[in-house]
Each structure stands twice: as structure tokens, then as C-alpha cells.
């Protein structure tokens, strides 16, 4: 190769070089040919700002819409530390068949925490892996109300009129802890009006003109919950030993509608009025043990009024404690 040749291809060599680290620079500060991330990194760190309520997006400060909360509320309260493992039953037992996400609902759980036999933090830990989100108050005070006049076992039902406070839900259905589910309760968030509730079953009485605030369902007003907890201390909404049950009924006498027996299946019916509870089990939802609770290693089989119905609590029950490996920690209920 001549001299001329090698000088021109220099020439075109040159220009070439300069183009090409030109190149390199311009793809490097675009990003082009930075490492990439790993495939399970999120493609954005995301910042959480308290004050706006929002998400942002630090490479582009994206303004994102904050998380919704759920539109509806399933809730419960447990007021001592032995209601504790009902409740566990219970979640499990709507989760099981119920899609929390698909009905835009989340489960809370009103619980007191100071005072005798109160809720301990061993209980909260265990009812939250369950499912629950727990919501501590203190007890309500009312106006010239003796609480200790109030029968033990439901001293401190009245705590449950804390839920009409909460409006950050469009309804809540309130279930209590001692029971199990077995069915879907997406109707209950469609009832109409501000409150409903089943019929309350005696032993001598298969329909009552009442209705049993084991479950019910109803819309939340803080306007509403100021004048109940007024109410409480009016003696002809409140008599000195009664719970929650007679003061809704009472407050609520000429407002409320009925919800059909399946949503609150009252364990009585099965000693009491046996055709109507075999009648009805296949379409039952909510199965409530209101005179039979169970019991820790003091299991009712044949023989006693609630065998059946035991049996099956005790079945659900061992069920719950091998899903969540509690089987050496929890006693089984019967």
C-alpha cells in the first residue's frame, strides 16, 4: 500500500473513532447501557408522603392515587382474653368462604385491652395473623349508668356501639365472636336502611318480634353515635342490668328490618324447636352458639343437648389450628 493510501485511510479512521466515543457517552447518560436491574426489582423506589397522602414516583415524581380503603367493614369485639380464640374461629371461618378482596371489605376487631380479664398482647398477635385488624377502645362511660348492675357476662357489650363511629365505611356487619360462618354473607352489605338484624329465638318462642344483635348490619354515623351513647342513660331505652341487645332493640324499635334465620342461626332452635334447625341447616350462613359456648377439652358428644353442632364447631376448630399451626399452642373447642 502506497503512502498516499495509508495517510487517506487515517483520514476516514479518525472522524470514525470520534463518532463512535461520541457514541458511547450519549447512550451512557441516557441510560442505555447502565446494568441492568434485576427482573424483581420494582421498577420504581417509591416514597410515602404522610402530609399529601399519596405515593410518589422518585424518578419522575408521578403523582399516584393513595391506596382505597375498603368500602365495607365484617367486625366483632372481644371483650375478654377467653373470647380471644372464638374470634380466630370466626376469621378463619369467613375467609374460608369468602373472598374479603372481591367483596371490598376487611375484617376489624373492636377489643379492650385494660381492666380484669382484658385482651392480651398475646392475643392480639394471634388475632392478627388470623386475619384481623384490631381496634383498641376503652370502655364507654354513660351518664349515670352502674355498669357493674349490668349482668358479667355482658358488661361490656355496650363497647359495641364504638363501630356507629366509624365512618370510614359505608356499612358494617357486625357478627358476634361466638360463632362460625359457613357461607356467603355478600347480601349483608346490600341491605337497605340503617339497621337489620335476625329474629331472636327462645325456647318458647321460635319468632320474636325482636331481634338478636348477635348479627346485624348497619350504616355508621358519628351524628348517630353521639345520640345512642345519650340514649344509654335514658331509662326507657336502658334498663340498670341490660346489655346491647335490649338497648338497640329499644333504640331501633320502629327502624329496623328483619334479616332471614340463616344469618343468624341460633344454636337454641337445636334443642328447642329440632325440625325448624334441620329444616333450615343446608342454608344456613351464620351459625351462632349463644347458650352453648364451646368449650376447651370439655367436648359435647352424644348425650348432651348440642352434640351435633359441637362436633362440627370441634371439627372447624381443628381444622383452623393445623392451617395456622397452632395445633401445640391452642386447645381445641368442643
Same mark, same amino acid.
Given at each position: 500500500?502506497?503512502?498516499?493510501?495509508?495517510?487517506?485511510? =487515517?483520514?476516514?479512521?479518525?472522524?470514525?473513532?470520534?463518532?463512535?466515543?461520541?457514541?458511547?457517552?450519549?447512550?451512557?447518560?441516557?441510560?442505555?447501557?447502565?446494568?441492568?436491574?434485576?427482573?424483581?426489582?420494582? =421498577?420504581?423506589?417509591?416514597?410515602?408522603?404522610?402530609?399529601?397522602?399519596?405515593?410518589?414516583?422518585?424518578?419522575?415524581?408521578?403523582?399516584?392515587?393513595?391506596?382505597?380503603?375498603?368500602?365495607?367493614?365484617?367486625?366483632?369485639?372481644?371483650?375478654?382474653?377467653?373470647?380471644?380464640?372464638?374470634?380466630?374461629?370466626?376469621?378463619?371461618?369467613?375467609?374460608?368462604?369468602?373472598?374479603?378482596?372481591?367483596?371490598?371489605?376487611?375484617?376489624?376487631?373492636?377489643?379492650?385491652?385494660?381492666? =380484669?380479664?382484658?385482651?392480651?398482647?398475646?392475643?392480639?398477635?394471634?388475632?392478627?395473623?388470623?386475619?384481623?385488624?384490631?381496634?383498641?377502645?376503652?370502655?364507654?362511660?354513660?351518664?349515670?349508668?352502674?355498669?357493674?348492675?349490668?349482668?358479667?357476662?355482658?358488661?361490656?357489650?355496650?363497647?359495641?356501639?364504638?363501630?356507629?363511629?366509624?365512618?370510614?365505611?359505608?356499612?358494617?356487619?357486625?357478627?358476634?365472636?361466638?360463632?362460625?360462618?359457613?357461607?356467603?354473607?355478600?347480601?349483608?352489605?346490600?341491605?337497605?336502611?340503617?339497621?337489620?338484624?335476625?329474629?331472636?329465638?327462645?325456647?318458647?318462642?321460635?319468632? @320474636?318480634?325482636?331481634?338478636?344483635?348477635?348479627?346485624?348490619?348497619?350504616?355508621?354515623?358519628?351524628?348517630?353515635?353521639?345520640?345512642?351513647?345519650?340514649?344509654?342513660? @335514658?331509662?326507657?331505652?336502658?334498663?340498670?342490668?341490660?346489655? @346491647?341487645?335490649?338497648?338497640?332493640?329499644?333504640?331501633?324499635?320502629?327502624?329496623?328490618?328483619?334479616?332471614?334465620? =340463616?344469618?343468624?342461626?341460633?344454636?337454641?332452635?337445636?334443642?328447642?324447636?329440632?325440625?325448624?334447625?334441620?329444616?333450615?341447616?343446608?342454608?344456613?350462613?351464620?351459625?351462632?352458639?349463644?347458650?352453648?359456648?364451646?368449650?376447651?377439652?370439655?367436648?359435647?358428644?352424644?348425650?348432651?343437648?348440642?352434640?351435633?353442632?359441637?362436633?362440627?364447631?370441634?371439627?372447624?376448630?381443628?381444622?383452623?389450628?393445623?392451617?395456622?399451626?397452632?395445633?401445640? @399452642?391452642?386447645?381445641?373447642?368442643?
Amino acid at each position: 500500500m502506497t503512502m498516499a493510501a495509508r495517510l487517506q485511510g =487515517k483520514r476516514l479512521l479518525l472522524p470514525g473513532l470520534a463518532i463512535f466515543a461520541i457514541s458511547i457517552y450519549v447512550l451512557s447518560l441516557l441510560g442505555y447501557l447502565s446494568p441492568k436491574a434485576p427482573a424483581w426489582q420494582p =421498577k420504581y423506589i417509591r416514597e410515602w408522603s404522610p402530609d399529601a397522602n399519596i405515593t410518589l414516583e422518585v424518578d419522575d415524581f408521578s403523582r399516584l392515587p393513595a391506596r382505597r380503603s375498603p368500602r365495607y367493614a365484617i367486625s366483632s369485639s372481644v371483650m375478654t382474653s377467653r373470647f380471644s380464640q372464638y374470634a380466630m374461629m370466626l376469621a378463619y371461618t369467613l375467609q374460608k368462604h369468602n373472598d374479603l378482596a372481591a367483596l371490598d371489605a376487611e375484617l376489624i376487631l373492636l377489643v379492650r385491652t385494660e381492666g =380484669k380479664d382484658a385482651v392480651t398482647p398475646q392475643n392480639i398477635t394471634r388475632l392478627e395473623n388470623v386475619g384481623w385488624k384490631i381496634m383498641v377502645e376503652h370502655d364507654l362511660e354513660f351518664e349515670n349508668v352502674d355498669k357493674n348492675q349490668i349482668r358479667p357476662y355482658h358488661r361490656y357489650n355496650l363497647n359495641k356501639l364504638y363501630l356507629w363511629s366509624y365512618t370510614q365505611y359505608e356499612r358494617i356487619v357486625f357478627i358476634d365472636a361466638d360463632t362460625l360462618c359457613k357461607g356467603s354473607i355478600a347480601e349483608l352489605f346490600q341491605q337497605p336502611g340503617e339497621i337489620a338484624g335476625a329474629p331472636d329465638v327462645w325456647w318458647d318462642i321460635l319468632t @320474636d318480634t325482636r331481634f338478636n344483635s348477635g348479627v346485624i348490619t348497619f350504616r355508621p354515623s358519628i351524628e348517630e353515635f353521639h345520640t345512642m351513647v345519650k340514649s344509654v342513660s @335514658d331509662p326507657r331505652m336502658h334498663k340498670p342490668n341490660d346489655a @346491647d341487645q335490649a338497648f338497640l332493640n329499644a333504640y331501633f324499635k320502629f327502624r329496623f328490618h328483619a334479616l332471614p334465620y =340463616k344469618y343468624n342461626y341460633n344454636i337454641i332452635m337445636y334443642q328447642h324447636h329440632r325440625s325448624t334447625w334441620d329444616k333450615l341447616w343446608n342454608e344456613a350462613v351464620i351459625v351462632h352458639y349463644t347458650t352453648k359456648k364451646p368449650m376447651p377439652n370439655k367436648f359435647c358428644r352424644k348425650g348432651c343437648n348440642e352434640w351435633e353442632p359441637s362436633e362440627w364447631y370441634s371439627m372447624q376448630c381443628r381444622e383452623m389450628l393445623a392451617f395456622y399451626g397452632y395445633e401445640s @399452642d391452642l386447645p381445641l373447642l368442643g
